[in-house]
């Protein structure tokens, strides 16, 4: 607890360092030309398939990034719907994006205004169909219900981080026959949207979608970098269970490892020869 | 470099006399806005790729200050004796940096509303379809703003504490906006109800498994589990405890490091998505 | 030419879902109204929870983090209104922060009343300290020095002159942080507050899923989940409040939703049978 600085638990602020090492060496490796592997993510490949279906009906098509505060989830959720809009540009489908956090909807703004720029259509871009509706939950909620409600729109993404008003956007676009495809790092709201959504992509995969979407070499490395990371975290953590089985829990070496403040606990205990 | 964060940490601005406070105060405001300023039609000249650099070396040195701050070491009484041992140098430059961020948020949210606003007085001004909901929004912002800001303003006493004020702000927020709040959250109860019985469909082996582990557990953290047989709320916490908690902090592990690959990515800006 | 009509069974799996919500509303008021009331098997984190307030001693802190509004009230109002109360038999002293706006009205009134009903005096054994827009910020700046980082308490009145809060000097001074929320702010918690802290927890039924590793690896020291958990809490302190009537409710619709589940899957298999 209180881990404010990485002096508090170097262990931990090691394996921050190891991560990110893992995630800059493979970057540097796809930089160079190595070619890497990233599995098929079912809920991507629909996402063409989705905004067909929009373009087909002719009516729209919606983006909610959801209540994330401006940070690395949101800037993912928008890299993604940046994708879909100039696949949307090419169809000239319309589309809304919905917004409940304001520094995102402006963010937004030029991100959106950005992928028509990139897709030739600049003439497309409508900054009214961009919308901060409101920073309160349940206004949000039932701003998005009701335009998703009024709107019939045929396809309706959802990305970022979400809290109890999943289910109300997913049922809401469920009752209006929307495809829907969400993407969150909230798992607790996992199973609504497997529940009522057509697709969900779940935990880091909501992270690998701007690699898979793109196949950029730096994304695909960073994603190998991931995997790499989990590995060692995977063995590090049967490496703990095997030494704390063999040495019990209270040796010194287990408690530098495990916890916060271990560090002194192991200099006490064995550099000054305290026992323990 | 310790007599910078020294004066930063006393603050020593706020304990200047009021009016030289307000001075400096505004100066720095006003300059900073200045610089602001100046620094758009700067950008706006340069070319793409010196605007690029300039973006990428603001990021890196914005990133490596939270993260210098993080990774220094905090004890340095043994080169400083009189520092406090738990903080670096560059540890008090954190709460002022973490209230500018703040700040941003607030202006963005002015933003955000304004943009709302112009949306919906176009809407009803050119009658555009379902323009009445405009009018609608447009009334509810106005009163509900007024109502608000002079309750504020009567809670720190600066105006009167009017019977009306009180019962019309105790009508729009405790009888009218909570009481929207609570009724949508409680459309999620039946929602969720339509969604399961829709969706919880026996397709396969391990849906069969998943959906009659829900049961049991639906089943056994209620009162009526215990009713039925003392085994099921043990069941229940057994799969709480030994099966969902390692299958959450697997994920959470996933997305623990997708998320700082992300930051690290943004950070050293070689995420080109939304940049 | 003849048209088809449907089977029982289709038409089972095509029910038009306003029948299902009367169902569900019809259940929710009769078992709501009506006098069954079951007890309820205490599970471990509550009994952990209750212990680790059973330890305080007469004049010990206490920090409530209240995070909840109208939205969550049937699953967090039971919860503090439970929790005020055995802090008050302990004879502690507590303080209310709110990171919501909402909130700061909610348990601002509801703390008031029940500090009446008992006897316990704003100012002397209770404090609430309003509304703080962020709470990592707050909860590094309480860390160094509380009273400079929060200054005032909701009623305006400078918090180094409460008697209440004499000698407290930072959240190093508390004995124990109980977060009360509908949202994930527990890790902010478990991240930033001082070592001694205990860490107690009230959630929502649907985010204490994620708490579980927490409450696993000792980060949390007790838990009370949602109306179920505050029926349970209530029934170790010996006090009828409103978290009996609500987990009754939902002990009931739980049983309906498992029925309905089961008679899908029924119908779906009746269905297939007779088409074939």
Same mark, same amino acid.
């Given at each position: 607890?209180?881990?404010?600085?990485?002096?508090?638990?170097?262990?931990?602020?090691?394996?921050?360092?190891?991560?990110?090492?893992?995630?800059?060496?493979?970057?540097?490796?796809?930089?160079?030309?190595?070619?890497?592997?990233?599995?098929?993510?079912? $809920?991507?490949?629909?996402?063409?398939?989705?905004?067909?279906?929009?373009?087909?009906?002719?009516?729209?098509?919606?983006?909610?990034?959801?209540?994330?505060?401006?940070?690395?989830?949101?800037?993912?959720?928008?890299?993604?719907?940046?994708?879909?809009?100039?696949?949307?540009?090419?169809?000239?489908?319309?589309?809304?994006?919905?917004?409940?956090?304001?520094?995102?909807?402006?963010?937004?703004?030029?991100?959106?205004?950005?992928?028509?720029?990139?897709?030739?259509?600049?003439?497309?871009?409508?900054? #009214?169909?961009?919308?901060?509706?409101?920073?309160?939950?349940?206004?949000?909620?039932?701003?998005?219900?009701?335009?998703?409600?009024?709107?019939?729109?045929?396809?309706?993404?959802?990305?970022?981080?979400?809290?109890?008003?999943?289910?109300?956007?997913?049922?809401?676009?469920?009752?209006?026959?929307?495809?829907?495809?969400?993407?969150?790092?909230?798992?607790?709201?996992?199973?609504?949207?497997?529940?009522?959504?057509?697709?969900?992509?779940?935990?880091?995969?909501?992270?690998?979608?701007?690699?898979?979407?793109?196949?950029?070499?730096?994304?695909?490395?960073?994603?190998?970098?991931?995997?790499?990371?989990?590995?060692?975290?995977?063995?590090?953590?049967?490496?703990?269970?095997?030494?704390?089985?063999?040495?019990?829990?209270?040796?010194?070496?287990?408690?530098?490892? /495990?916890?916060?403040?271990?560090?002194?606990?192991?200099?006490?205990?064995?550099?000054?020869?305290?026992?323990? | 470099?310790?007599?910078?964060?020294?004066?930063?940490?006393?603050?020593?601005?706020?304990?200047?006399?009021?009016?030289?406070?307000?001075?400096?105060?505004?100066?720095?405001?006003?300059?900073?806005?200045?610089?602001?300023?100046?620094?758009?039609?700067?950008?706006?000249?340069?070319?793409?790729?010196?605007?690029?650099?300039?973006?990428?070396?603001?990021?890196?040195?914005?990133?490596?200050?939270?993260?210098?701050?993080?990774?220094?070491?905090?004890?340095?009484?043994?080169?400083?004796?009189? #520092?406090?041992?738990?903080?670096?140098?560059?540890?008090?430059?954190?709460?002022?940096?973490?209230?500018?961020?703040?700040?941003?948020?607030?202006?963005?949210?002015?933003?955000?509303?304004?943009?709302?606003?112009?949306?919906?007085?176009?809407?009803?001004?050119?009658?555009?379809?379902?323009?009445?909901?405009?009018?609608?929004?447009?009334?509810?912002?106005?009163?509900?703003?007024?109502?608000?800001?002079?309750?504020?303003?009567?809670?720190? /006493?600066?105006?009167?504490?009017?019977?009306?004020?009180?019962?019309?702000?105790?009508?729009?927020?405790?009888?009218?906006?909570?009481?929207?709040?609570?009724?949508?959250?409680?459309?999620?109860?039946?929602?969720?109800?339509?969604?399961?019985?829709?969706?919880?469909?026996?397709?396969?082996?391990?849906?069969?498994?998943?959906?009659?582990?829900?049961?049991?557990?639906?089943?056994?953290?209620?009162?009526?589990?215990?009713?039925?047989?003392?085994?099921?709320?043990?069941?229940?916490?057994?799969?709480?405890?030994?099966?969902?908690?390692?299958?959450?902090?697997?994920?959470?592990?996933?997305?623990?490091? /997708?998320?700082?690959?992300?930051?690290?990515?943004?950070?050293?800006?070689?995420?080109?998505?939304?940049? | 030419?003849?048209?088809?009509?449907?089977?029982?069974? !289709?038409?089972?799996?095509?029910?038009?879902?306003?029948?299902?919500?009367?169902?569900?509303?019809?259940?929710?008021?009769?078992?709501?109204?009506?006098?069954?009331?079951?007890?309820?098997?205490?599970?471990?984190?509550?009994?952990?929870?209750?212990?680790?307030?059973?330890?305080?001693?007469?004049?010990?802190?206490?920090?409530?983090?209240?995070?909840?509004?109208?939205?969550?009230?049937?699953?967090?109002?039971?919860?503090?209104?439970?929790?005020?109360?055995?802090?008050?038999?302990?004879?502690?002293?507590?303080?209310?922060?709110?990171?919501?706006?909402?909130?700061?009205?909610?348990?601002?009134?509801?703390?008031?009343?029940?500090?009446?009903?008992?006897?316990?005096?704003?100012?002397?054994?209770?404090?609430?300290?309003?509304?703080?827009?962020?709470?990592?910020?707050?909860?590094?700046?309480?860390?160094? #020095?509380?009273?400079?980082?929060?200054?005032?308490?909701?009623?305006?009145?400078?918090?180094?002159?409460?008697?209440?809060?004499?000698?407290?000097?930072?959240?190093?001074?508390?004995?124990?942080?109980? #977060?009360?929320?509908?949202?994930?702010?527990?890790?902010?918690?478990?991240?930033?507050?001082?070592?001694?802290?205990?860490?107690?927890?009230?959630?929502?039924?649907?985010?204490?899923?994620?708490?579980?590793?927490?409450?696993?690896?000792? !980060?949390?020291? $007790?838990?009370?989940?949602?109306?179920?958990?505050?029926?349970?809490?209530? !029934?170790?302190?010996?006090?009828?409040?409103?978290?009996?009537?609500?987990?009754?409710?939902?002990?009931?619709?739980?049983?309906?939703?498992?029925?309905?589940?089961?008679?899908?899957?029924?119908?779906?298999?009746?269905?297939?049978?007779?088409?074939?």
């Amino acid at each position: 607890m209180s881990y404010q600085h990485a002096q508090d638990n170097w262990f931990s602020a090691i394996l921050i360092g190891l991560i990110a090492l893992a995630v800059l060496v493979n970057i540097w490796r796809a930089r160079r030309g190595k070619e890497l592997y990233i599995r098929r993510i079912p $809920g991507l490949d629909a996402i063409d398939e989705a905004i067909g279906r929009s373009t087909e009906l002719g009516r729209p098509v919606t983006m909610i990034p959801g209540m994330t505060d401006f940070g690395v989830v949101a800037v993912q959720a928008l890299t993604i719907f940046k994708y879909i809009t100039k696949q949307i540009a090419r169809f000239a489908t319309p589309m809304r994006l919905l917004s409940g956090n304001p520094t995102v909807f402006a963010v937004a703004q030029e991100a959106i205004y950005d992928a028509y720029n990139e897709a030739g259509r600049p003439d497309l871009y409508d900054a #009214d169909s961009i919308r901060f509706l409101s920073d309160r939950q349940f206004a949000f909620a039932s701003g998005v219900a009701g335009l998703i409600q009024r709107e019939r729109v045929a396809a309706s993404f959802m990305f970022g981080e979400f809290f109890a008003e999943s289910l109300i956007f997913a049922e809401t676009g469920n009752m209006v026959g929307a495809i829907q495809i969400a993407g969150t790092v909230s798992f607790t709201q996992v199973p609504f949207f497997v529940a009522a959504c057509d697709y969900t992509i779940i935990g880091e995969e909501f992270y690998a979608t701007s690699a898979y979407l793109s196949r950029e070499p730096v994304l695909l490395g960073s994603l190998v970098g991931q995997d790499i990371a989990k590995l060692l975290f995977a063995l590090t953590t049967i490496g703990g269970v095997i030494a704390a089985s063999i040495a019990g829990t209270d040796a010194p070496i287990i408690k530098l490892l /495990g916890q916060p403040g271990g560090w002194d606990a192991f200099w006490s205990s064995v550099l000054k020869g305290g026992g323990q | 470099m310790h007599m910078l964060t020294n004066l930063m940490a006393q603050q020593t601005i706020w304990r200047l006399p009021e009016e030289s406070r307000i001075l400096f105060a505004t100066l720095i405001v006003l300059g900073a806005f200045v610089l602001v300023l100046g620094l758009v039609p700067v950008l706006q000249t340069l070319p793409p790729r010196g605007r690029r650099a300039i973006i990428v070396t603001v990021t890196f040195l914005a990133g490596l200050f939270f993260a210098a701050e993080f990774f220094l070491p905090v004890d340095w009484t043994a080169v400083f004796p009189k #520092d406090d041992p738990k903080r670096n140098f560059l540890t008090p430059a954190i709460q002022p940096a973490q209230n500018v961020l703040q700040i941003i948020g607030a202006l963005a949210l002015g933003l955000g509303t304004f943009g709302l606003v112009r949306l919906h007085l176009r809407n009803a001004v050119q009658r555009r379809p379902q323009w009445g909901y405009s009018i609608v929004l447009l009334v509810s912002f106005v009163v509900m703003a007024i109502f608000s800001v002079l309750n504020t303003l009567a809670e720190k /006493g600066i105006v009167a504490r009017d019977p009306l004020l009180q019962r019309g702000f105790s009508i729009l927020f405790d009888y009218t906006l909570l009481q929207l709040d609570a009724a949508m959250f409680s459309l999620v109860a039946f929602y969720i109800f339509s969604a399961a019985y829709r969706a919880f469909r026996i397709r396969s082996v391990e849906a069969s498994i998943l959906m009659f582990t829900a049961m049991l557990v639906m089943i056994g953290v209620v009162p009526l589990g215990a009713y039925i047989s003392p085994a099921l709320p043990a069941i229940a916490n057994w799969v709480l405890a030994y099966l969902n908690a390692p299958a959450q902090r697997a994920i959470e592990f996933g997305v623990g490091i /997708g998320g700082l690959a992300m930051a690290i990515r943004l950070w050293l800006s070689l995420e080109r998505g939304v940049t | 030419m003849q048209a088809r009509t449907q089977s029982v069974w !289709q038409r089972m799996l095509s029910i038009d879902r306003r029948w299902l919500y009367l169902i569900l509303f019809v259940n929710i008021m009769t078992f709501l109204l009506a006098p069954i009331r079951m007890p309820a098997s205490i599970s471990p984190p509550v009994q952990k929870f209750y212990d680790e307030i059973e330890k305080l001693q007469p004049g010990d802190m206490v920090m409530i983090s209240s995070n909840w509004s109208a939205s969550t009230l049937a699953e967090n109002q039971p919860q503090l209104e439970a929790l005020i109360t055995h802090l008050m038999r302990k004879q502690a002293r507590f303080t209310i922060i709110s990171i919501e706006a909402q909130s700061r009205d909610i348990s601002y009134r509801l703390a008031e009343r029940i500090t009446k009903e008992k006897g316990y005096q704003y100012g002397e054994q209770w404090v609430h300290f309003g509304f703080v827009p962020n709470l990592v910020v707050a909860i590094k700046g309480m860390v160094n #020095d509380l009273p400079n980082t929060i200054k005032q308490d909701v009623r305006g009145k400078e918090i180094s002159k409460i008697p209440a809060l004499q000698g407290v000097k930072s959240l190093s001074d508390y004995k124990i942080v109980i #977060d009360v929320t509908p949202s994930g702010t527990v890790p902010a918690w478990i991240s930033y507050s001082p070592k001694n802290l205990t860490i107690l927890y009230c959630p929502t039924s649907v985010m204490a899923a994620e708490a579980y590793t927490y409450l696993d690896s000792g !980060q949390i020291k $007790g838990m009370i989940t949602g109306a179920k958990g505050a029926q349970e809490y209530e !029934q170790l302190l010996g006090i009828r409040g409103l978290g009996a009537p609500f987990a009754n409710t939902i002990s009931f619709s739980h049983l309906l939703i498992i029925f309905f589940i089961l008679l899908g899957n029924f119908a779906m298999l009746m269905n297939r049978l007779q088409a074939r």
